[in-house]
């Protein structure tokens, strides 16, 4: 079987996306108000079955840990069909990326199955609570994966534990190892402790910009369904980006993915500081947009549909 999926599919598309231009920190991006030019690269994107190896490093309690799990498992298991929108909506527009290329079959795109196949915890801190990409994070991943390149590894971090890049921008992301054999992985880092101002907005009050409402999260922890956020979106541009070659904008500084260009929008009339509107949870007071398996629900970020060539939620 090929690395990470049953096969790697080229994605031949182009498509609008949205910036702005920041000095102090290379280029960033205001789906609001400003448009760039997003292209393929001419690399693969994943689909088939990806296999995912989570580490949760340190002790990320039993919250963190079923709240991403049944994330997962509703990308593709459905809730009541009378429960409206679900999440399998939102995937759908992520698998819809495979009929943009040259010579697609019509109708449906295949599905793209996520499933977690192994799971290891570290609670020890072996690694240290200061994680690196170049030292740390390469070990994590053969810890975890014991070398085998079918999976994408996931590193989960508990709340008294740093991981480099993580608040500079994304609060998590999908990265390769350095070569001779890259290996595509995703880092989600925890806002309960690590910058809650930037990572865990919507559902914590934002540390920069006009100040809108402050939602409270579906699971009732703000940190699970923070992390749900940051993960949906790093594993979006894991699936149409994997070895940084495929769907990205077309900037020097760094590639930029379909659910990148749409961070911060989670409802219609979406504004800086403002997540637009969704809906709340009667019993519970909770925020969320979307409806997953076993009558969990969840807040998911804005993609970019490659059919109407703007960002969208369900």
């Known amino acids: 079987?090929?690395?990470?999926?049953?096969?790697?599919?080229?994605?031949?598309?182009?498509?609008?996306?949205?910036?702005?231009?920041?000095?102090?920190?290379g280029h960033t991006y205001d789906p609001y108000n400003d448009k760039a030019r997003m292209i393929h690269h001419?690399?693969?994107?994943?689909?088939?079955?990806?296999?995912?190896a989570?580490?949760?490093?340190?002790?990320?309690?039993?919250?963190?840990?079923?709240?991403m799990r049944n994330f997962i498992k509703s990308l593709t298991v459905p809730g009541k069909a009378k429960l409206?929108?679900?999440?399998?909506?939102?995937?759908?527009?992520?698998?819809?990326?495979?009929?943009?290329?040259?010579?697609?079959?019509?109708?449906?795109?295949?599905?793209?199955?996520?499933?977690?196949?192994?799971?290891?915890?570290e609670k020890t801190y072996?690694?240290?609570?200061?994680?690196?990409?170049q030292g740390h994070i390469p070990e994590l991943?053969?810890?975890?994966?014991?070398?085998?390149?079918?999976?994408?590894?996931?590193?989960?971090?508990?709340?008294?534990?740093?991981?480099q890049g993580i608040c500079n921008g994304k609060c998590a992301d999908h990265l390769l190892t350095e070569d001779p054999h890259p290996q595509p992985y995703i880092i989600v880092g925890n806002p309960e402790t690590e910058c809650p101002g930037e990572c865990g907005w919507p559902f914590f009050p934002g540390d920069m910009g006009p100040k809108g409402p402050v939602l409270k999260p579906p699971s009732g922890n703000m940190a699970a369904d923070?992390?749900?956020?940051?993960?949906?979106?790093?594993?979006?541009?894991?699936?149409?980006?994997?070895?940084?070659?495929?769907l990205y904008h077309?900037?020097?500084?760094?590639?930029?993915?379909?659910?990148?260009?749409?961070?911060?929008?989670?409802?219609?009339?979406?504004?800086?500081?403002?997540?637009?509107?969704?809906?709340?949870?009667?019993?519970?007071?909770?925020?969320?947009?979307?409806?997953?398996n076993n009558n969990k629900k969840f807040l998911l970020p804005a993609i970019w549909n490659p059919k109407t060539k703007s960002c969208w939620t369900v």
């Open 1 to 25: 079987m090929a690395p990470l999926s049953i096969r790697l599919l080229a994605l031949a598309l182009s498509v609008t996306a949205l910036f702005t231009y920041s000095s102090g920190h």
């Open 42 to 52: 001419g690399g693969p994107m994943l689909n088939g079955t990806v296999k995912l």
């Open 54 to 67: 989570i580490m949760w490093y340190g002790n990320c309690g039993k919250e963190i840990k079923n709240t």
């Open 84 to 121: 409206q929108p679900q999440v399998t909506s939102w995937w759908k527009v992520v698998e819809s990326y495979q009929s943009m290329i040259p010579d697609a079959k019509p109708g449906k795109s295949p599905k793209i199955r996520v499933k977690v196949v192994k799971q290891s915890g």
């Open 126 to 133: 072996k690694y240290g609570k200061v994680l690196t990409l």
């Open 141 to 163: 991943i053969e810890h975890v994966t014991k070398g085998d390149t079918e999976l994408l590894p996931v590193i989960v971090a508990a709340r008294d534990v740093t991981i």
């Open 226 to 246: 923070a992390m749900v956020v940051a993960f949906a979106g790093a594993l979006v541009d894991a699936i149409t980006n994997p070895m940084n070659d495929a």
């Open 250 to 292: 077309s900037n020097k500084a760094r590639e930029i993915g379909p659910a990148t260009v749409c961070k911060g929008i989670f409802g219609r009339g979406a504004a800086p500081g403002n997540p637009g509107e969704v809906l709340t949870d009667p019993k519970t007071g909770g925020n969320f947009n979307a409806h997953g």
